[in-house]
């Protein structure tokens, strides 16, 4: 790994929870706040494939990213590593790092694995996001197997749970875990106590290893479809960004519902010379949370970027969202899209003993 610079060993902060829990959200959150302190932060995003949304956002709103393609962090720990290394010629003080939001066992393939680093970096210990929703929905009597096998997996190894989104849900359901907290990434609520805590060392790093079934994990990976895409579109008729992706999102969900293709996170970023708009659902029928500059003024050309994962075949997947894209009105060049099933997952190391885990030191 490099060491290039003689800068202050940068904390790695881990923010984990399943697809669509909050975690780009929460880090950019997170980067404003410490950038409030005087703290210079940098963030690694992460995908089963390449082209991602998250860090399309995270660039448009000015943070230093990185991103590991291809495959979860522990299956590409070396490329993790020299991520890692790469970023430290910003000097960041902390580098977030958000894992594929359907993965687990994060505390025996990367956070142990990453304790041999400490002279290098300073691992904070592993917040995993909740929402209330899906929490709701995946804790319940019939929930879809796989799903829940992976949400439950994420709960039970999380040094610190963080029910999200607390501007809309403010009561957070009991459940057994030893450190719990809300944060709110959209009012800011929680955020800077959430900060504190990770970065004072009363927490373990780690503190839970897994007792997992690769094979149900696997499983219940392969159980979605995941679609990355990216192209340029030359409307007709010169258009907004939001106007761009308002239709191509309603008949995406139209068309998904009337073939029981279930989203499980579907998000999108237009990028514009007069804006970028992003835009994103985490269920079928919901309305779009958007954001960026929903007033931008018509543009003749416009960089989309879209990624979704959904339970159902992915070859229908595919089939929906090339044709409900050649259906706009103008030229559409450059079109990528990778659209498969996530492989099993094959970590480049598991360390099924627990390390020492204390952080004794704070910024
Ligand atoms: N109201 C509200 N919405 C939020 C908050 N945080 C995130 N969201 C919304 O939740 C959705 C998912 O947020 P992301 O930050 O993309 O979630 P993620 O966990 O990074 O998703 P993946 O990377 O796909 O796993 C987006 O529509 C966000 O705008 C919050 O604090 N309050
Ligand atoms: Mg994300």
Known sequence: MTTATAAPKPWIAMVGGFLGAGKTTLILAAAKEVSRRGIRSAVILNDQGNVL?????????????????????????????????????????????????????????????????????????????????????LLADGADPDLSFLFHKQLEEADLICWAKSDLYPDCPQISARHVRQVSARSGQGVAAWLDEIFSGSLSVGSEIL??????????????????????????????????????????????????????????????????????????????????????????????????????????????????????????????????HPAAPKPERRMARREATATPQTF
């Open 53 to 137: 949304v998250d860090t399309g956002y995270a660039t448009q709103s000015g943070m230093q990213a990185g991103e590991v393609t291809g495959g979860c962090f522990c299956c590409k720990l070396s490329d993790l590593l020299r991520v890692m290394g790469e970023l430290r010629e910003f000097q960041p003080d902390v580098i977030f790092a958000e894992p594929v939001g359907s993965c687990t066992d994060i505390s025996a393939t990367i956070l142990h694995p990453l304790l041999e680093y400490r002279d290098e970096f300073r691992l904070a210990p592993f917040s995993v996001l909740v929402d209330r929703e899906r929490a709701r929905s």
């Open 211 to 340: 007792d997992i079934d690769y094979e149900q994990y696997a499983r219940a990976e392969a159980a979605l479809a995941w679609l990355n895409l990216q192209v340029t579109i030359e409307p007709s008729v010169s258009s907004s960004p939001a106007v761009m992706l308002g239709p191509l999102l309603d008949h995406l969900d139209r068309e998904f519902t009337a073939n029981q293709i279930t989203i499980v996170h579907l998000k999108a970023i237009i990028d514009s010379p007069t804006g970028f708009v992003k835009a994103a659902m985490c269920a079928n029928g919901q309305e779009p949370a958007v954001e960026g500059a929903l007033d931008a003024s018509p543009a003749s050309q416009h960089e989309l970027l879209l990624n979704l994962r959904a339970v159902g075949s992915a070859q229908q997947v595919r089939e929906i969202v090339e044709r409900e894209l050649h259906r706009i009105d103008g030229n559409l060049t450059g079109l990528h899209v990778d659209c498969f």
